[in-house]
Structures are given as structure tokens and as C-alpha cells.
């Protein structure tokens, strides 16, 4: 088996509670014999920009350079990865590729004073790595198609999921195996957890 590193990052108000699939990709990786970096990064409720920029430096940099590096992202910290390639972030370099998860768009974040600051920059760069983009086709936090708000300016594959709102606890995302699964192979597309 190949050891890789992964470095999954939580969004807004996220507290990497234990029944996330975040949480639940973490073990499962770690039990496979993988290096897995899961931080808790500082103030999720009211997260600063230019903090968990320098918190997701810190990160990679910490990232094993020998095997994969696999960045998995979800919701403000899609949207932070694109913040770090927007302005240039040299350390983007320590990943060989990236699952954007539910970014919000920045119609929701106009109304987040708190978060305003993540609103997406200006898609007009290139990522420094091969991407991903998964989203639900009914998130709260992105009522736009994340498809064409993201992954087509940016010329990334994206799966959108039907029904999966934010691919989070309240939209029942505990145990997702196909997360799993493109962690693991990076070529599987990414479709619903299974149903209840």
C-alpha cells in the first residue's frame, strides 16, 4: 500500500464534532496506515481570513513530503484554498491534489458579516494543482449552481449531488464511503452517502 498524507480542513462553525464525515475520513485514513493532519483551526465561529491563511501554510509545510499529499476542504475552507491560490500561496505547492467540498458563494456570505471576508475571489487564476469540486444541488450556503460559480471558471470536474445540501451533519453526512474512495484512488467520481 501507498502511504499518502492528507490534510483535512473544516469550514465556518465547524468544531470537527465526531459524527462528520470529515471526522469519520480522518479515522478511517489514520487506521489505513495514512498520514492525517485534522486541526482544529482557530475561532471557527468567527474565523479570520488572514489567520487560517497562515494556519493553512503552517499546514502544509508540515505535510510529509514523501507519497501523495491530499487536500480535502470543506465550505470556508474551499474557499480559503482559493484565497491561498488568488494570492499566490507558495505552499500550495506541498499538495498533488485538492477536494473542494461545498464552498459558499458569496451571495450567502454578503449576508455572514462574519464570514464576509471568505467571499470568493475573482476566479481568475489557475490552481496550482489538479482539483475537485463536490457540491449538493440544494445547498443553503451556495443557492447557485457551485458548478458554474466555481468549477467551470476554474476548468475543474465537479460532481453535484442531489439532495445533499451542505454535505454536512444536518444533511446527514456521517459515514460518506465515496469521499473515502477518491481519497484513496483520485479518480472516483464523488456521488451521495448512501441512504439510511
Excluded at 491534489?97 to 456570505?109: E, H, I, M, T, W
Aim: net charge negative; charged share 15%.
Amino acid at each position: 500500500m501507498t502511504t499518502r498524507s492528507y490534510l483535512i480542513l473544516h469550514g465556518w462553525q465547524n468544531h470537527r464534532p465526531k459524527g462528520h464525515w470529515q471526522h469519520w475520513l480522518a479515522d478511517r485514513l489514520t487506521a489505513l496506515g495514512h498520514r492525517v493532519g485534522y486541526p482544529q483551526l482557530p475561532d471557527p465561529d468567527a474565523p479570520d481570513l488572514d489567520v487560517w491563511l497562515g494556519e493553512l501554510a503552517l499546514h502544509l509545510e508540515q505535510m510529509d513530503g514523501s507519497g501523495e499529499r491530499v487536500v480535502v476542504a470543506h465550505s470556508a475552507s474551499a474557499l480559503l484554498w482559493l484565497h491561498a491560490a488568488a494570492r499566490g500561496m507558495k505552499q500550495l505547492r506541498h499538495a498533488d491534489r485538492v477536494l473542494l467540498v461545498a464552498p459558499p458563494s458569496a451571495s450567502f456570505l454578503a449576508g455572514q458579516p462574519v464570514v464576509t471576508a471568505f467571499a470568493p475571489p475573482a476566479l481568475d487564476f489557475t490552481l496550482p494543482g489538479p482539483a475537485r469540486l463536490v457540491a449538493g444541488d440544494d445547498d443553503p450556503y451556495c443557492p447557485q449552481d457551485a458548478a458554474t460559480l466555481f468549477a467551470e471558471p476554474l476548468g475543474i470536474p465537479a460532481d453535484i449531488l442531489p439532495g445533499a445540501a451542505h454535505l454536512d451533519l444536518d444533511a446527514g453526512y456521517g459515514p460518506w464511503p465515496a469521499v473515502l474512495d477518491w481519497c484513496l484512488t483520485g479518480t472516483t467520481p464523488l456521488t451521495a452517502r448512501p441512504a439510511r
